[in-house]
């Protein structure tokens, strides 16, 4: 009885895990350049002598889906959203470099340009600096110029790092950036492009999330009625034994 016991319980806890990542999915709907998490559910047999017949349900981590999401033009200057495959260089709350797709750029009160969250974004050799009273122009290879109120004549102020890094050696982190699994800084691509004045938003699809929670919901409330199963079953059968 107990091997029905394993699966449906494990399967039960584990379905509230996909529930709550489709949960956070769907939350992000609306959220600049996020990227779905995927996970998946397999079966592990136990280890022991006596449990060959028992079977856990785990949750498989797939990772995130980096398919591209849609781009919309925003007319602001500071708004850019990477094209196809490629990621945003930013310096993370750690200190060290991490990416995001997330391209609602702002000058921060230090005149470094960042993140709508702070973030400091990464040029080819840092930290990128806009002077006061220059308007900044992102080109579609991540340069960065600008003229001073009232001047014709044009600046380079630096350029924005873009990598594309395999998608297979991309993690999330719980801040919502990506990092490479090894850790290192992933590489700068000069065939990444950008478009200006735009920014991508989520690759969530709404419909496929509220279908694929009321699923595990259904999934969840036949477990527990299994569950119902067994302690039914072990009840008649002590029942059984009793009266013999």
């Known amino acids: 009885m107990d091997q029905l016991i394993y699966t449906s319980m494990t399967g039960a806890r584990y379905l509230m895990e996909r529930q709550a990542t489709l949960a956070q999915n769907l939350a992000n709907a609306s959220t600049t350049g996020y990227r779905a998490d995927e996970v998946g559910l397999r079966a592990v047999p136990v280890r022991g002598q006596t449990a060959g017949t028992r079977v856990f349900t ?5 990772g995130s889906d980096f398919t591209p999401g849609p781009i919309q033009a925003t007319g602001r200057n500071l708004d850019v959203a990477v094209k196809g495959s490629g990621w945003l260089a930013v310096q993370a709350s750690d ?5 995001t797709r997330a391209g609602s750029l702002q000058i921060g009160p230090d ?4 993140t709508d969250g702070g973030l400091q974004v990464q040029g080819d ?3 990128i600096q806009i002077p006061d009273g220059v308007e900044p122009q992102i080109g579609a290879d991540g ?13 380079t102020l630096g350029r924005l790092k873009l990598v594309n890094p395999d998608p297979s050696q ?9 990092r490479t699994r090894s850790g290192d800084p992933a590489d700068q691509d000069p065939t990444v492009r950008v478009a200006d004045a735009s920014l991508e938003g989520s690759n969530v699809n ?6 694929g929670m009321i699923s595990a919901a259904r999934q969840f409330e036949m477990q527990t009625k299994l569950l119902s199963m067994a302690e039914q079953n072990d009840q008649k059968s002590s029942s059984l034994l009793s009266a013999s």
């Not at 200190?95 to 990416?99: K, P, R, S, T």
């Not at 340069?143 to 600046?155: D, F, L, W």
């Not at 991309?170 to 990506?178: A, S």
């Open 58 to 62: 785990v949750e498989t981590t797939i």
């Open 95 to 99: 200190g060290n470099e991490a990416y």
């Open 111 to 114: 005149g470094t340009l960042q």
């Open 125 to 127: 050799g840092g930290p």
């Open 143 to 155: 340069t960065i110029s600008g003229k001073s109120v009232g001047s014709s004549q044009i600046t």
């Open 170 to 178: 991309m993690v999330k982190g719980t801040d919502g950036l990506f």
């Open 206 to 211: 709404p419909v496929d999330a509220m279908v």
